[in-house]
């Protein structure tokens, strides 16, 4: 009997030291996309707003190793509304990735259009334009702060932690306090709802050569 609990006890330590020694300075991420269709409507599309959706659902996944991240989007599917109108939704302009380099700060932005891909480097906010709030919230047991950005589109919040080893997030949205797991604004929100420590290769992180 009591070699049967000295076998039982170092099996529990083994189980507690492979846990404890997960990598955790690379993996994936995924988030969940909601766009406010009636916001984001121009002036001269309101006409529209009773024939299209209030809003529209997509996911971004991201990669990162060590200080590097990449973001591949997926574009919401078309929509069909119960007057017969297909409604096409294009986020950005026609960006299927977005990579940042934490060594060097530089961001870029992988686009297809035709059948044609191009590399166009990105801008970071500008510090003036952001400002650290006071409030915090819990995403996928991270504690984040409130960070809010005066971006192009408009005002924005990002939720932040400090705890994973690269800089950004989703919709291309970066700050250096941080990575951001959540975005609230008028014309869309972003949330994480996993993420998994795996081994993730250096070529799907590295800015690729056209």
């Given at each position: 009997m009591q070699r049967t609990h000295i076998m039982l006890l170092m099996a529990f330590l083994f189980t507690g030291f492979t846990a404890a020694a997960q990598d955790k300075t690379q993996g994936v991420i995924h988030y969940d996309?909601?766009?406010?269709?009636?916001?984001?409507?121009?002036?001269?599309?309101?006409?529209y707003k009773d024939?299209?959706?209030?809003?529209?659902?997509?996911?971004e996944v991201l990669y990162f190793k060590g200080n590097k991240s990449k973001i591949s989007r997926q574009q919401p599917?078309?929509?069909?509304?119960?007057?017969?109108?297909?409604?096409?939704?294009?986020?950005?302009?026609?960006?299927?990735?977005?990579?940042?380099?934490?060594?060097?700060?530089?961001?870029?932005?992988?686009?297809?259009?035709?059948?044609?891909?191009?590399?166009?480097?990105?801008?970071?906010?500008e510090p003036a334009k952001t400002r650290t709030g006071n409030n915090t919230r819990t995403i996928l047991g991270f504690v984040c702060k409130?960070?809010?950005?005066?971006?192009?589109?408009?005002?924005?919040?990002?939720?932040?932690?400090?705890?994973?080893?690269?800089?950004?997030?989703?919709?291309?949205?970066?700050?250096?306090?941080?990575?951001?797991?959540?975005v609230e604004s008028k014309k869309f929100k972003a949330i994480a709802t996993a993420i998994n420590y795996e081994p993730v290769k250096e070529d799907v992180v590295n800015i690729p050569s056209l």
């Open positions: 996309l909601t766009m406010f269709l009636h916001a984001s409507l121009k002036p001269d599309q309101l006409q024939m299209i959706p209030e809003t529209a659902s997509s996911q599917e078309e929509l069909h509304t119960e007057e017969g109108a297909n409604v096409k939704i294009q986020m950005g302009d026609n960006e299927i990735a977005f990579y940042e380099d934490g060594a060097t700060g530089k961001a870029w932005a992988l686009a297809e259009a035709g059948g044609k891909k191009t590399l166009t480097q990105k801008d970071h906010p409130e960070v809010n950005v005066q971006s192009k589109t408009g005002p924005l919040t990002l939720w932040v932690t400090p705890d994973l080893p690269f800089r950004g997030g989703p919709l291309h949205t970066w700050t250096p306090e941080g990575a951001v797991l959540g």
